[in-house]
């Protein structure tokens, strides 16, 4: 029914990376670093954990791909991202011991598609996209929103795993797995209306406005709770992905499930950010997305915050609210000194984003510049459980040892100026 095929080839490339990616999982850096990440999320890191997330570089590290066939790509690529860090920069993310796949589930809000135009540059890479929108005045088009869809093909995910087993499971073993529980509301609603219509909505049709935000909520609440009941919700404690750049590693959330056992939404992680209301106050925040959140983070057992927003303007009056919040992003719009004062002490991790124009914009390292932007957070985290993670990089600029040299830097200035 599901047509998987890879050559003989492809069979023989995807065995020796599978072996690879086991040796390297094996290795007693990867029990520590494992042993850290756990400490860390849980409260008791005795230092900073690095993170350099490659999927928006992985052009520029990744080797070229051998495999002949789309499907064999696919896979030479999963493997190569499981433990091309290790390799080519050595930063603390650990290489699992297995191949993890996910259940083929979906989520469709008001049960629409929302299209998008893409542009591609001469060279046949995309470069840009925009949003078909779907509401262009809310009071007029809100009534059209349909109920939101969701599902799961566990036939379609099953063979994907006896696939992938027949190729490579006596070497690596293949493991159903899945990542935090994923809700970004905001983030909808400018696909769904454009980003200034959003901003406008809320002052001409806050009524209206606020059932939306109700609808959103409920709709994610609802998925979540169907997903609990289905069984399909499995652990988030330890290499799972937690949203932006960072992982699970956790005692506080169950490890492992037993036969016949469904596991709840509090014991999972989850993840939430709202990059999309930087443009309103933190009295609107606090009134119109705020509640609507929170209703939905409650449900996790804990659960990450933020991407590139600045999060200090909303902290007293809302994000500080939230118990289960063990990690909140510190973007580069974000004022370091104040989050590291509000932070100091609490189990909050600090989750520092750089800017990422030292490593990816031009061919060589400003070393000078990129220490001192690190010994800023350095110092405003004093006292914070502090996490390091780059993300939006776009390119290397030809240099591929940038973030090998900047993760080396980092580790530099942490033992000169971490206390």
């Keep these: 029914m599901y047509n998987f095929y890879v050559t003989s080839e492809d069979r023989i490339i995807l065995r020796e990376l599978a072996k690879k990616q086991l040796e390297y999982s094996q290795l007693p850096v990867m029990k520590e670093r494992a042993e850290q990440w756990y400490r860390h999320n849980d409260g008791n890191g005795e230092r900073p954990m690095i993170h350099i997330e490659i999927w928006t570089f992985e052009q520029d590290i990744i080797p070229k791909l051998r495999c002949q066939t789309d499907i064999g790509r696919v896979i030479e690529l999963g493997l190569y991202r499981n433990f091309i ?3 080519m920069i050595d930063d603390d993310r650990v290489v699992p011991p297995y191949y993890p796949i996910n259940w083929d589930t979906w989520f469709k809000l008001f049960g629409v598609t929302i299209e998008r135009e893409h542009v591609k540059s001469s060279e ?3 470069i840009g996209h925009r949003f078909k929108h779907i509401i262009t005045d809310l009071e007029q088009d809100f009534p059209k929103l349909g109920p939101s869809k969701y599902g799961v093909n566990k036939e379609k995910t099953l063979a994907w795993k006896e696939f992938l087993e027949n190729i490579f499971g006596d070497i690596l073993p293949v493991k159903i797995t899945n990542s935090c529980l994923y ?6 609603v400018v696909h769904m209306m454009g980003m200034e219509n959003m901003l406008f909505s809320m002052c001409d049709y806050p009524d209206t406005f606020h059932a939306l935000m109700k609808r959103i909520s409920d709709d994610y609440i609802e998925y979540f709770k169907w997903l609990e009941s289905e069984g399909l919700l499995l652990p988030t404690a330890s290499y799972e992905g937690c949203g932006q750049g960072t ?3 956790t005692h506080k959330l169950p490890q492992a499930i037993e036969p016949g ?5 509090s014991d999972l992680w989850g993840f939430m950010d709202s990059q999309e209301t930087v ?3 933190p009295d609107m925040y606090n009134e119109f997305i705020f509640p609507y959140y929170k209703k939905i983070s409650d449900l996790f057992g804990l659960f990450s915050y933020g991407c590139c927003e600045p999060v ?3 902290w007293d009056r809302s994000l500080s609210k939230c118990d289960n919040l063990r990690k909140v992003s510190i973007s580069p719009w974000c004022n370091e000194e104040f989050m590291g004062e509000k932070l100091k002490g609490s ?12 490593i990816g914009v031009g061919k060589e390292l400003n070393e000078e510049a990129w220490r001192q932007h690190i010994i800023k957070t350095l110092k405003a985290a004093q006292g914070c459980h502090l996490e390091i993670t780059q993300r939006d990089i776009y390119s290397l600029g030809g240099d591929i040892n940038k973030p090998r040299r900047a993760v080396r830097i980092i580790r530099e200035l942490i033992d000169e100026y971490w206390k």
């Design 183 to 188: 809700a970004v509301p905001t983030q909808h």
């Design 347 to 358: 189990k909050v991790i600090y989750h520092r984003k750089p800017s990422p124009n030292f």
């Design 279 to 281: 443009g309103i106050s």
């Design 247 to 249: 992982f699970c590693f």
């Design 85 to 87: 860090n290790y390799e």
């Design 312 to 314: 200090d303007p909303i």
């Design 261 to 265: 056992e469904k596991l709840k939404i």
């Design 124 to 126: 046949g890479e995309g």
